[in-house]
């Protein structure tokens, strides 16, 4: 019997590719440091799909994923749905980290020291 496919899933790609044509400007701050394998020789992905959910940021070797959270998430309705999702996520042996928007401006240095102790 055949798994289903969990990564980069084929009906989610066009809202991928939309979602990468938009970042919103902290994704895209970060993004400028994540890319091209840029810190510590690690190959991050932006706006990759695991099951049914889109992350903001994977990274395969680490099973780490990075989220970014604007004022949308600040309701209960999107907190409940993130810690579900994390929860998803974190069942399937991944590490979710989340960093609110404001702290990729305020704090960057913290941030990147944050993302690097979670490598293995």
Avoid at 33 to 56: A, P
Wanted: some cysteine.
């Amino acid at each position: 019997m055949k798994r289903p496919q969990l990564h980069s899933k084929k009906e989610l790609s066009e809202f991928r590719k939309e979602l990468r044509e938009n970042l919103t400007p902290a994704e895209a701050f970060l993004w400028k440091h994540l890319k091209s394998k840029q810190l510590e020789g690690k190959r991050f992905t932006r706006q990759h799909s695991v099951g049914n959910y889109i992350v903001d940021f994977y990274c395969a070797s680490e099973k780490l994923i990075i989220e970014l959270d604007g004022e949308v998430h600040m309701t209960a309705n999107a907190m409940e749905y993130d810690e579900k999702r994390a929860k998803y996520l974190e069942n399937l042996g991944y590490t979710v980290i989340r960093f609110e928007n404001k702290m990729v401006f305020d704090n960057f240095p913290s941030v990147m020291m944050e993302i690097k102790d979670n490598f293995k």
